[in-house]
């Protein structure tokens, strides 16, 4: 569907003319990224699995990405109608929903929506309670895995001047806590791909709405 609306958008007679509404759209999008997630969920270590026939598009459903701009700006309008248009709340939770990008950042969206206060201004809030969160949730992390805090500010700062978290080299090693030269190499590389993971997980869920800053 989404192929051949491109096709057709190339052409002035297709506007106005859509039979999908944008609504509509979006719950498409939801339910498409729902079974992405669900199929690559399923099978994962079967030497023959069906669901690797199975190709999803997700590089196109990331061409009509919404960004947070148009989040804010219906946060905004929200918010002037004094948080009783509810009508704008689903249209929030279905735009977060069809998003590749902002579904991992809905919990934070819906908790910075709930902490506007009625002289809010939403775009400058937005950047407070992002740099608040993000700091909350990488100290967390350093405190979980016991990890060295200052070393840790430098990687990832480094990471969001990168634009992608470096698995390899010196940085990583020397963030993580030492270790006995008796601890099992297993163990040492679990806590490693631990480390790992959560800071990619930290670093996808902030480094868009950061503006590649931390």
Known sequence: ??????????????????????????????????????????????????????????????????????????????????VKDKEIMVS?????????????????????????????????????FVDEKKMEELNRIIAEENLDKEETYTFVSNAFRDGYVQTSGTGLARILPPVSRFTPSGERSAKRESVIEKIKAFFNRFWDISGGEF
């Open 92 to 128: 929030i939770n279905k735009a977060i929903d069809s998003s590749v990008e902002l579904r991992n950042k809905k919990d934070l969206i819906l908790q910075f929506i709930q902490s506007l206060t009625p002289g809010a201004a939403v775009t400058d809030d937005w950047r407070t």
């Open 1 to 82: 569907m989404l192929k051949l609306k491109n096709i057709l958008t190339a052409f002035d007679e297709f506007a106005g003319k859509e039979i999908l509404s944008e609504r509509d759209v979006q719950d498409y999008h939801s339910m498409y990224i729902n079974l992405y997630h669900e199929f690559r969920s399923q099978g994962r270590g079967d030497a023959e699995n069906v669901n690797d026939d199975i190709v999803f598009e997700m590089e196109l459903i990331k061409q009509v990405e919404i960004n947070i701009d148009y989040i804010l700006e219906l946060i905004r309008k929200y918010h002037e109608s004094h």
